[in-house]
């Protein structure tokens, strides 16, 4: 069964140091999601990629964070800095449409610490 | 905007039934559940579209009062797999369809 790709599992970093996260979507899925989730709450929305688009990106704090999708297949994640209110998981969806509605398949995420 | 969910926490024993409920002031397009065991990714479990359409996935069924903007989750003779928090996403009817907005979840405790 297809599956999501995320790395690094686990990161740990110190305040002010860059990180970056990957992501290999389910191959098809022309759609991408990274999510961020605080331990006890739902996932929030960063960004929304259609191929190596931007939907949407409301939500990112521009200021440190990018994503990119270059050739609309895989995808990366960056802040920098890093700050000690980022900790957080970082999860990477991706999406076929469905004629209706988008169903979402989330990889297993990225564990972020910053010390 | 977030979608509201209730109950924050339930226990059940093995066997037994419970009801979980999403709510959102938004008119919704869409409301999609998943399921998230501890420490690994949401699992997509059912999408809901407007039109009241109730779907099922093993023994869990959900509905969608579209006039109401509500979702339930009916969880029948639940099994210890089925521990976990369970999480509904909403689409608002006119924005970005993929663009769900998650409510705070509601961990569900399958005990023997």
């Known amino acids: 069964e297809a599956e999501v790709a995320q790395s690094p599992r686990y990161k740990i970093t110190e305040k002010s140091q860059a990180v970056a996260f990957w992501c290999d979507p389910i191959?098809?899925?022309?759609?991408l999601y990274w999510y961020r989730q605080i331990l006890g709450q739902g996932p929030e929305l960063l960004v929304q990629f259609q191929d190596e688009s931007v939907v949407d990106d409301s939500q990112l704090p521009k200021d440190r964070f990018s994503a990119e999708r270059l050739k609309g297949v895989d995808s990366t994640l960056k802040i920098q800095p890093a700050e000690l209110g980022d900790s957080a998981m970082y999860l990477c969806a991706s999406s076929p449409w469905t004629g209706e509605a988008y169903e979402q398949y989330f990889g297993p995420g990225t564990r972020l610490t910053v010390t | 905007q977030q979608p509201v969910q209730s109950p924050q926490a339930v226990i059940l024993r093995e066997g037994e039934d419970a009801v979980i409920n999403c709510s959102s002031s938004?008119?919704?397009?869409?409301v999609h559940w998943y399921r998230q065991k501890h420490g690994e990714a949401p699992v997509f479990l059912m999408i809901?579209?407007?039109?009241?359409e109730q779907k099922g996935h093993e023994k869990i069924s959900a509905s969608f009062n579209e006039k109401k903007q509500q979702s339930s989750l009916y969880l029948t003779a639940s099994q210890l797999s089925y521990s976990g928090t369970y999480f509904c996403?909403?689409?608002?009817?006119?924005?970005?369809?993929?663009?769900?907005?998650f409510g705070k979840g509601t961990k569900l405790s399958v005990k023997p």
């Open positions: 191959s098809g899925h022309a759609t």
């Open positions: 996403g909403t689409a608002p009817r006119g924005g970005s369809q993929g663009n769900l907005i």
């Open positions: 938004k008119a919704l397009y869409s």
């Open positions: 809901l579209l407007k039109g009241g």
